[in-house]
């Protein structure tokens, strides 16, 4: 019903619009066809997300992991976000490495069932649930890893974030390559075992040195000033055509 509905609200408003806008590639593919239209990136206020060695220490010292390397996620408990895959790939880097913590924040349907899972892989006491947060970007600079194995997306804010926060992300080759803004973003394909997600995991929180990337984000276009700025160009520009 929701598919059917979304199909038909694409068709209806596609033609309607004076100015048509996406926030990827792919998403104005889909929802406009063949029509024309511009990519509109989902900025972020870049100034918010920089890393500092202050608010990790701050938040880690809250969450009682100082000293331990901290993979973590943020995102809604529902299907596409893929949290039961999040807690095998963790199984195994905890097994590997017990000097290890996971940081799952946010809320949702499957929340209650995930806390079960941990229950039943005996990990209760290795993973953190914060629920809703308000201070992600302190959350951010607080992990080592950050974990994104989703069934499908689209072009998730969250890992722009991540990015602007140079903090090393794994992800499923499932979400758009439009998402990779720094070198420290990774692919890896849901069909690989968890072991695999585990080992690369590893391997990025041991070799990875947190930096700005600030010129990064700026020159992918997910700058919130750079990017309202040019939305206010264009409406300028617009209303003088038609003065």
């Known amino acids: 019903m929701k598919a059917k509905l979304k199909t038909y609200l694409r068709n209806k408003m596609r033609n309607m619009a004076d100015y048509r806008f996406a926030c990827s590639q792919n998403a104005g593919e889909w929802m406009f066809n ?136 794994l992800v499923s080759d499932t979400v758009t390559d439009e998402v990779k803004i720094t070198d420290s973003l990774v692919f890896m394909s849901l069909e690989r075992p968890a072991s695999e997600w585990a080992e690369r995991a590893l391997d990025m929180a041991k070799n990875h040195v947190r930096g700005d990337t600030s010129e990064d984000i700026i020159k992918a276009g997910y700058d919130i000033k750079e990017t309202a700025k040019w939305l206010q160009d264009f409406y300028l520009r617009e209303h003088d055509s038609h003065a």
């Open 34 to 169: 063949d029509l024309e239209f511009t990519v509109l990136n989902n900025a972020v206020d870049i100034s918010r997300f920089i890393f500092t060695e202050k608010e990790r220490d701050e938040v880690r010292k809250q969450l009682s992991c100082d000293g331990m390397l901290l993979f973590g996620h943020i995102g809604r408990f529902i299907y596409e976000k893929n949290h039961q895959q999040i807690l095998e790939i963790f199984a195994e880097i905890h097994a590997r490495n017990m000097n290890t913590r996971l940081l799952l924040v946010g809320d949702g349907p499957l929340r209650a069932q995930i806390v079960d899972l941990a229950n039943q892989m005996k990990l209760e006491d290795s993973i953190i649930f914060t629920g809703i947060r308000s201070d992600v970007p302190a959350l951010l600079s607080s992990m080592d890893v950050f974990l994104f194995p989703s069934i499908f997306e689209g072009l998730p804010l969250t890992l722009v974030e991540a990015q602007a926060s140079g903090l090393p992300c």
